[in-house]
């Protein structure tokens, strides 16, 4: 009863509050908005490819793609001075049967581009040589026809020789066998080794994707953290906390009240974060979007009960803000928007106390794997680990405000 | 005499190495107010922490009720009022006394008219709609002491109560306070304003984490030979 009362009470304060609210809902699309906007410009980014000793055929394909360009250099030293000079964003050069490719990767947008701009040309390329090849073997057949004929004129000419037909036999037998080491010659011709060099970074380098699960979570963690605390902090400040608990109110209802009006504002929070990078950023959620909705309240509830716990070490909304650099920040860095396998060991050791990580994991998983919630249960479990142990730390750090 | 709201006896508080409280002998009795007046730091809302279980007492007990401090489930037959106004700004004044009604444990049926009532006596019935943000100073003061009345509870203790009410709401606070003690609940109220201090029923001069002097404000003027409470307090403070 009185957990509901205060759920309604802080929920009536966060609608009348318009700003925070604002913050709440608008900022993280804005900023999702943004993002998307800023590291997915593939479709718009022109590109300048220069190309080495490479098939006029292939520049041509190339040269007919949009947004791409290219120029085409006698020496690959010339190539690399232009890639240098910011001429070009690439190099194609051809080695043999094989492909050497060289991007500046400044910009992963440009990379991503060229890569299929490149893909395309070598498939339309190869589709041409497919074509000839298929003529060949076309002609072939025909061939193989005109000789079959031609046997079983014979057969019908000399049919008590046996003799005569078994070497008609072996005569067909032969050229079957020709026609098949052609066709295989051919096809052979048609894989050319690519081999992808970076001047900057690596093939890794920028992956909104992969970054939209973890950012997602990171949002619902920020903020429920800082205004969770930041109430909690006033509650203290202006004394309504001391006379709250000058009443018969339990410790554990003020923070379960608190958990469920935060609880309902994260749940809200999430479904309108997933619908936006649903609908606006054509994110492509694999998997079950409720259980999307379902981890990130778990997290919002792990973020309000660290908001609340360091609140109590805060005497001021400026020193709660303080919390952000040490305790917010650090979360991006272990949650896997940076990949963990290249980390030293001690340092992924810290991953493993980040909540973000957990989050990061399960909601990474259903989104672009698309696995069950009940195959997360690892992530889950450890999730809800820190739930309760900071939710009971919390009922007890408020001993500090009323002894009993 | 009658039955004691609170009984303190010989209370010792520490805060780390600092000794706020060093002997407090104080007794709040049914249908009396008792006065608790003393410098800045001289530990009145130390007092009044301890007396509501916020913090629990180092030395000597803590009584009220006849239960030792700290119990949860007391709390509900005191009303308190701290220095600070308290008040959930967003919320409109009715809101606010619903809310720390529903805190108290005051019945639904009941709570229309505790809040109508507790608006009456401070004087608020016509601003109970507006938000508090919109409140003067005088107003959260008073919607604040509102606060502490709903539910008519046994024991009240207010931390300062008077601050920024004027004087023609000050006496009627005063008349109803009077109204309560007449009805047989206690009162514990700390103040600055001395000319209320005499207005209570026993004075408690609090000083160095002592209570100096405890007794009607008429026989504390005789003990130290002066005509108001306002030199009495100077001159206790004088001779420490």
Do not use: C
Request: no cysteine; hydrophobic share 50%; glycine share 8%.
């Amino acid at each position: 009863m009185r957990t509901i009362a205060i759920m309604n009470r802080v929920l009536k304060e966060l609608i009348r509050d318009k700003r925070t609210l604002a913050l709440m809902f608008v900022a993280p699309i804005l900023i999702m908005l943004l993002m998307s906007v800023i590291f997915n410009t593939n479709s718009t980014t022109d590109v300048n490819v220069g190309t080495v000793a490479v098939t006029r055929k292939l520049n041509q394909e190339m040269g007919d793609i949009k947004h791409v360009d290219v120029k085409t250099y006698d020496t690959k030293a010339d190539a690399k001075q232009a890639l240098q000079d910011e001429k070009i964003d690439a190099i194609i050069k051809k080695n043999g049967n094989n492909y050497d490719l060289t991007y500046a990767n400044t910009d992963s947008s440009k990379t991503a581009a060229v890569k299929m701009a490149f893909k395309n040309a070598v498939t339309a390329t190869s589709i041409d040589q497919l074509k000839s090849a298929l003529k060949k073997s076309t002609t072939g057949m025909a061939k193989l026809q005109a000789q079959l004929m031609v046997m079983q004129k014979q057969q019908a000419a000399s049919t008590t020789a046996a003799t005569g037909n078994a070497a008609a036999a072996k005569q067909a037998a032969a050229t079957k066998a020709k026609s098949t080491t052609t066709a295989t010659k051919s096809t052979s011709q048609k894989t050319p080794k690519i081999t992808n060099h970076y001047v900057y970074g690596d093939k890794d380098t920028g992956y909104f994707a992969k970054m939209l699960p973890i950012l997602m979570g990171f949002f619902v963690f920020f903020f429920v953290f800082l205004i969770s605390g930041m109430a909690l902090l006033k509650e203290r400040t202006t004394g309504t906390l001391d006379r709250l608990l000058a009443t018969p109110v339990k410790r554990s209802s003020i923070v379960f009240g608190y958990m469920l009006s935060y609880g309902i504002l994260a749940v809200i929070q999430t479904v309108l974060i997933v619908l936006v990078t649903v609908w606006l950023l054509g994110m492509e959620v694999v998997g079950n979007m409720v259980s999307v909705v379902v981890i990130n309240l778990i997290l919002a509830l792990v973020a309000l009960a660290f908001g609340i716990l360091l609140s109590t070490f805060a005497n001021s909304e400026f020193q709660m803000m303080q919390f952000i650099p040490l305790v917010v920040i650090p979360q991006i860095f272990f949650s896997g928007i940076i990949p963990l396998d290249s980390m030293a060991d001690w340092v992924k050791g810290i991953s493993y106390i980040i909540p973000l990580k957990y989050s990061g994991d399960a909601v990474s998983d259903i989104i672009m794997r698309g696995t069950s919630i009940f195959d997360e249960g690892w992530n889950i479990l450890v999730l809800l680990v820190f739930l309760v142990v900071l939710t009971f730390l919390n009922i007890i750090g408020m001993k500090r405000y009323r002894k009993v | 005499m009658a039955q004691a709201m609170i009984d303190l006896a010989h209370l010792a508080k520490k805060f780390g190495d600092q000794t706020v409280l060093k002997d407090i002998n104080l007794t709040v009795n049914a249908g009396e107010i008792v006065g608790l007046i003393g410098p800045s730091g001289a530990g009145k809302s130390t007092v009044i922490k301890v007396a509501l279980g916020m913090e629990v007492a180092n030395g000597g007990s803590a009584k009220v009720f006849d239960t030792v401090m700290p119990d949860r489930k007391l709390l509900g037959r005191m009303g308190y009022m701290a220095q600070t106004d308290a008040l959930y700004d967003d919320l409109s004044g009715e809101e606010n006394l619903k809310f720390f009604g529903v805190m108290k444990g005051i019945a639904k049926a009941k709570m229309a008219a505790e809040i109508a009532h507790a608006a009456g006596v401070v004087d608020l019935t016509a601003d109970l709609k507006k938000r508090v943000a919109g409140y003067s100073g005088g107003m959260k003061r008073r919607l604040s002491l509102a606060i502490a009345l709903l539910g008519n509870p046994e024991l009240l203790i207010l931390d300062e109560p008077t601050v920024g009410i004027d004087p023609a709401l000050r006496r009627q606070i005063w008349t109803e306070l009077g109204k309560i003690r007449d009805a047989g609940r206690a009162i514990l109220i700390t103040t600055h304003v001395m000319d209320e201090a005499e207005l209570t029923d026993r004075v408690a001069l609090l000083l160095g984490g002592k209570v100096m002097a405890f007794d009607k404000p008429a026989v504390l003027k005789q003990q130290y030979g002066v005509d108001t409470i306002e030199d009495v307090f100077l001159k206790a403070e004088g001779v420490e």
